[in-house]
């Protein structure tokens, strides 16, 4: 498998807004998690799903809260995964990401990831405003932001992506315009954006409930989102995937895998993997995972294999998700009046300006992107999930 993900799955609180599947703990068992990765590799080489010679081009170690790793268990975790993946070149060749919180960005820590192999730090910013930013359960302010800039990239972490939520309840009265100039103005390689929605089970959902805050609103959503689109294109971004925007030569090569339908391998509790046929998903609590591994037992929980019709939806609805869009059928390719079958909603859809036809492939615009669920269906005549 050429792309790895590792679930780091310990937190220090849960936000307002996440329902992901964390560990909340006041000491991270960093020992414990390393060694739970180790047995589940040794798993995998057993079953014959990862062998002697193979590599990986990109890691990404997700979260969770992965920068809480102590620098020394991180160091060690990379090693693992370069004694498993044999045939990997030099890190600096892999594109090895860190999902990092800004008070964890330590001058100290910076350095000794850098010395580790990671060089791509996915930064959960969120927002420059300290109101906000205590709203959402945040343990960073707005100062730490910048300072966790800095302490990367005089590490030698030039390749720095910052995370912003939009679409916030208007009570707040959050300055999105003024979040969007305070993130430009550190001149991040990449940007995430993220409109929030309400899931179940969270803090956000039983505030919502007992009318503590509003549900987020789609027009200020479409505004939001649009207003960073072509705040973000006026200084040099492009939107590569719907929620994701890079300077020139800093995409994900790791998220651009996912959107593309390659196979990945996911380690660690609720990690997924995906072989091109069949989607799998380990144990998402900590301690059940830790036991499985500890017993020599596979962590998985569950798989899924893919038909083949859900297959094509699927590849549908990823290459809408990117700038590369889908390709059209050879017939639907010279003309509007030879969009027969799948496609023969286009034309209004062009219309409507929700995709654009470039050459012999159909791409979405902002507009289409927001809508990118309806326009799947008007398409296949299905319905799509993310």
Request: aromatic share 8%.
């Amino acid at each position: 498998m050429p792309h790895l993900y590792l679930h780091v799955p310990f937190c220090a609180r849960r936000c307002s807004y996440c329902d992901f599947s964390i560990a909340v703990r006041k000491r991270v068992p960093a020992v414990e998690y390393v060694e739970a990765i180790r047995s589940e590799l040794s798993t995998l080489v057993e079953r014959g799903v990862v062998a002697s010679g193979d590599v990986f081009d990109t890691l990404y170690l997700g979260g969770g809260t992965p920068s809480l790793l102590p620098a020394d268990g991180l160091a060690t975790l990379l090693t693992i995964l370069r004694d498993a993946f044999h045939g990997t070149p030099a890190l600096d060749v892999v594109e090895v990401t860190l999902e990092a919180n800004p008070e964890d960005v330590t001058p100290d820590n910076a350095l000794a990831w850098r010395r580790a192999g990671v060089n791509r730090v996915s930064l959960g910013a969120q927002s420059f405003d300290d109101r906000v930013l205590r709203w959402m359960h945040r343990s960073h302010d707005a100062a730490r932001i910048g300072d966790a800039v800095a302490n990367l990239r005089r590490a030698g972490i030039a390749n720095v992506s910052l995370d912003l939520i939009f679409a916030l309840p208007a009570e707040l009265g959050r300055d999105w315009s003024r979040d969007l100039d305070l993130a430009l103005a550190l001149e991040p390689a990449h940007l995430s954006l993220y409109g929030l929605t309400v899931e179940q089970r969270t803090p956000l959902a039983r505030w919502i409930s007992r009318g503590a805050a509003t549900a987020p609103d789609d027009e200020r959503y479409a505004a939001e989102y649009l207003q960073a689109h072509s705040r973000l294109t006026a200084c040099d971004y492009r939107f590569y995937e719907v929620s994701n925007a890079a300077r020139d030569g800093w995409r994900s090569r790791h998220n651009a895998a996912y959107w593309s339908g390659r196979p990945y391998l996911g380690l660690g509790p609720a990690a997924h993997s995906f072989d091109g046929r069949a989607r799998r998903w380990n144990l998402a609590a900590w301690e059940a995972y830790r036991r499985a591994v500890a017993a020599g037992r596979s962590p998985i929980e569950s798989e899924e294999v893919l038909t083949a019709e859900q297959r094509e939806l699927e590849r549908t609805y990823l290459s809408l998700r990117t700038d590369e869009g889908l390709p059209l059928p050879p017939s639907a390719a010279t003309g509007r009046e030879s969009f027969r079958g799948l496609y023969r909603l286009l034309p209004p859809l062009v219309d409507r300006g929700w995709v654009e036809v470039r050459g012999e492939r159909v791409v979405c615009t902002p507009e289409g992107w927001l809508r990118l669920d309806a326009l799947v269906n008007d398409l296949t005549g299905r319905h799509a999930t993310a």
